[in-house]
Structures are given as structure tokens and as C-alpha cells.
């Protein structure tokens, strides 16, 4: 009797999950959201109904690769945090009641398959690995205010302020940590050409930033390539040198210029100077400034 009440109670094993389309090892386990339920999922189609009548949803860290085409089956969903997914993209998931959408730390590489979100104010997707926006970003989104693309491979500013562009309710926007934030003159530029911004990467765009007209600070990058055979001073670069003569040939990258300025100054003759140049860095070529 003593040994009977020493015996620990034997518990019965906890029930084993129901196995389903999303877990490992099934060929449906790239999960996309949302993901309506089975037809014999009584279990899932409860859960369903309610997430139908829910206004915000979180869906982080479930190893999500998309968002589907069921999407807009949620009707009075307001506000959709996926962030710390797996979300390479969309699936004609338009929606016309999220007012909010966060996406960050995924692995979006474009947003060419953004689809239609007619009530759309805010739209984080930092901290991704998108190359460049949309142009039809504006029709899209049509009342988005605020952009957040923050420490993505954003390189073309221009690219960036024409996307932009067309959201004419945008009113903050937020793109430090891409390449583009990097060039000279990016506030002026991104002031210059989205006027409708009032706030810039967390600061208030200020009257200086948003001044126009200002080519005097315009900084041309001249790289000076020569070739084998100099001898003497160089002669005249020219728009219409061919690769064949020997000498100095000149190209542009203008650097903090807006689009009409950068197509003005492409191609400027150039004449050497008939002075020593400085030494050449480890590719062979020189950078000059050049004030305009």
C-alpha cells in the first residue's frame, strides 16, 4: 500500500496535432496567407469566420512565403502586420479596406506584383531587398501618405522620386539605408521632386531642401581613362571621339542633378589641361570635380 501511493500518476499522452497541407514534408507546405480552411476542417472554419470579422491581424514569424488571392475574402480587416516572414511576393491579393500594411524583414526583391489597395495610408516594406519601386505604384495605392522603404538596394533616386511621384496624398517618407540616400543633395533632390513630402527620414523637410533651380552645387564626377600611347599633352575629348584614336576620353555621371539637367550636361567636351595629372587610383582612373 506504502509503494502504491509512491508511484508517480501516469498521464496520458497529449493528443498528436492534425496533420495538414501547411507542416513539413507535405508539397503544400510553402505557406501563403491567408490560407482558408479544408472543407472537413470544422476547427479551421471557425477560426476562419472570426478572422473574417477581424479589423487587425498579426501574422509574424510563421514562415509565410505570400499573400494570396484570399486576401480580400477578409473584408473588414484594417490592419495586416506579416513582418519576420518568408514573403517573396503577391498573388492578386487586392484588398479595398487595409488602411495599414507591414512587411518588413522579408525577402521581397520587387514590388511589380503590388496589388490594388484603394484605402492604403501606410506601407512599410523595410528592411527587404527591393531593387527599385514601381512606377504604377501611385495607382496602386492611390491614398497612401506615408512610405517606408527604409535599408532595401533602392540605387536610382530618379527611379525612387518618379515612383513616389505619383502618390499624390504621400506625406511622409522614409528612405534611409537604400544606395540612393547616399548621393550627394538627396533631401534637395527628393524635395525637389515630391513637393507634396513634408517629412523626410524622421526630419521635416526643410525650405532649403525643397529650394529649385540650384545647379551652382551640382558636382560632376569626370573619370579621365587614358590610353596607351600618349605622348605629349593630351588632346581635345570630344562628343564624337572615336574609340579607336588614341588620347583622353571623358565620361559624365552627374551626381545630385535633377532628370533635365542630368540629360543637358551627358555628354560635355572636355580639353586636357596641358599639365602634369594627378596619379591614377588602382583602376586607372582620375576623379575631378567640376563645379557648374
Not at 472537413?40 to 472570426?50: A, L, S, V
Not at 522579408?106 to 496589388?115: A, D, E, M
Amino acid at each position: 500500500r506504502t509503494q502504491a501511493l509512491e508511484q508517480k500518476p501516469v498521464r496520458a499522452p497529449a493528443p498528436r496535432p492534425r496533420r495538414t497541407r501547411a507542416h513539413a514534408g507535405c508539397p503544400m507546405a510553402r505557406l501563403v496567407f491567408p490560407q482558408p480552411p479544408d472543407a472537413d476542417d470544422y476547427d479551421g472554419e471557425r477560426r476562419w469566420r472570426r478572422d473574417c470579422q477581424r479589423e487587425t491581424i498579426e501574422a509574424r514569424h510563421l514562415h509565410l512565403v505570400k499573400l494570396g488571392p484570399a486576401l480580400g475574402e477578409l473584408e473588414a480587416l484594417r490592419h495586416l502586420d506579416v513582418g519576420d516572414n518568408d514573403i517573396e511576393g503577391f498573388d492578386r491579393s487586392d484588398h479595398g479596406s487595409i488602411e495599414t500594411l507591414s512587411i518588413y524583414s522579408n525577402r521581397l526583391t520587387s514590388l511589380v506584383s503590388l496589388p490594388r489597395f484603394d484605402n492604403l495610408r501606410f506601407l512599410g516594406v523595410g528592411y527587404n531587398r527591393i531593387e527599385a519601386l514601381p512606377r504604377a505604384l501611385g495607382e496602386r495605392c492611390p491614398l497612401l501618405e506615408c512610405f517606408d522603404g527604409a535599408y532595401n538596394a533602392l540605387a536610382s533616386l530618379d527611379r525612387c522620386v518618379d515612383a513616389l511621384g505619383g502618390c499624390d496624398h504621400l506625406r511622409q517618407c522614409v528612405l534611409t539605408g537604400n544606395p540612393c540616400a547616399l548621393l550627394p543633395h538627396y533631401r534637395k533632390r527628393v524635395a525637389f521632386g515630391l513637393p507634396q513630402v513634408a517629412r523626410l527620414d524622421d526630419t521635416d523637410v526643410a525650405p532649403v531642401d525643397a529650394a529649385d533651380g540650384d545647379d551652382t552645387t551640382i558636382t560632376v564626377h569626370v573619370a579621365l581613362r587614358a590610353l596607351l600611347g600618349l605622348r605629349g599633352a593630351p588632346p581635345t575629348a570630344a562628343d564624337e571621339a572615336s574609340p579607336e584614336e588614341e588620347g583622353i576620353f571623358v565620361e559624365l555621371l552627374v551626381v545630385g542633378a535633377p532628370p533635365a539637367t542630368a540629360r543637358r550636361t551627358r555628354r560635355l567636351p572636355w580639353r586636357a589641361a596641358p599639365v602634369a595629372p594627378p596619379a591614377p587610383d588602382a583602376e586607372g582612373s582620375i576623379p575631378v570635380e567640376v563645379a557648374l
